[in-house]
């Protein structure tokens, strides 16, 4: 595993950057069944390690399709969520966590697929545009699909600004959008750590929030504004000082200085 790459990174930004199947938002029985099973024996483990103090839980509601909003501080967030929310949530993961070979890849897989986890290769262009497909699918299944509007973790523990793809899901699908505001996690898994600390973290889930009076997805201004107000959410849950720029990674080569000198607020 790349130790600054996790599950659900980047899922909250496809939007922008424009080998799992048309149906990717059923969840087949062998899943559901990994799924039930890791919440009989998994999550109460999970429960006794980390100590969760969960607030809210009853905001997310129980059927029907709805997008949980996060903040992201930690590699756990993607275990905590899913081990605590009321109903089965779904995620997007890097097909590599799904590739592995021998008996830990055979572990590996089980694992992200007992937590929720749906694999997508990650990528720009069509690669980005498929992943944002195929969230869409699974929230129009009817399901609970989980992501982090920053993009990727938060290393200095600020709250950074976030980007538009939950917006545009929520507004394609209609799907209230449950914000969530995640305490202690960075604490208790540290980015690059192996070994948790016993440190209690806090989950809380807040009111759902309809989106749809900001208008269509297709508008630019509809998805900033629905943006700000699902991060505006989050920061009253978690109470992160806000850093006011997107959370990039520094950029690769030329190309990609160039462009982000050209775009340097992306949409």
């Known amino acids: 595993m790349a130790e600054n790459a996790g599950p659900g990174d980047d899922a909250g ?3 922008e950057d424009a080998d799992e199947p048309a149906e990717a938002g059923r969840v087949s029985r062998a899943n559901d069944r990994l799924y039930r099973l890791a919440q009989w024996t998994i999550a109460p483990l999970a429960r006794l390690i980390y ?4 607030i809210g839980r009853g905001n997310v509601p129980k059927t029907g399709p709805v997008i949980i909003a996060s903040n992201h501080l930690s590699f756990i967030d993607s275990v905590a969520i899913p081990m605590v929310a009321p109903r089965r949530v779904q995620f997007l993961a890097k097909s590599a966590y799904f590739e592995g070979t021998g ?9 992200f697929t007992a937590v929720g986890a749906v694999p997508v290769v990650r990528g720009a262009g069509s690669a980005a545009q498929e992943a944002l497909e195929q969230s869409r699918r699974i929230i129009e299944s009817g399901s609970a699909f989980a992501l ?3 993009g990727t973790r938060s290393l200095d523990g600020r709250l950074y600004k976030g980007r538009t793809g939950a917006a545009w899901l929520a507004l394609t699908t209609g799907a209230p959008v449950v914000p969530v505001g995640l305490k202690g996690t960075d604490e208790f898994l540290p980015v690059g750590a192996k070994i948790p600390r016993f440190k209690r973290i806090t989950i809380e889930f807040g009111e759902p929030i309809d989106l749809s009076h900001y ?8 998805r900033r504004q629905a943006t700000d107000e699902i991060m505006a959410a989050i920061r009253r849950l978690s109470g ?3 850093a006011g720029v997107y959370n990039e990674s520094p950029p690769a080569n030329t190309v990609e200085r160039v462009k982000r000198m050209l775009h340097p607020e992306r949409r």
């Open 13 to 15: 930004r496809v939007a």
């Open 51 to 54: 100590w969760p103090r969960v």
């Open 103 to 111: 008996l830990s890849g055979r572990l590996q897989r089980l694992f």
């Open 148 to 150: 982090y509007p920053e």
């Open 215 to 222: 208008g269509p997805a297709t508008s630019g201004k509809a």
């Open 240 to 242: 992160q000082e806000e």
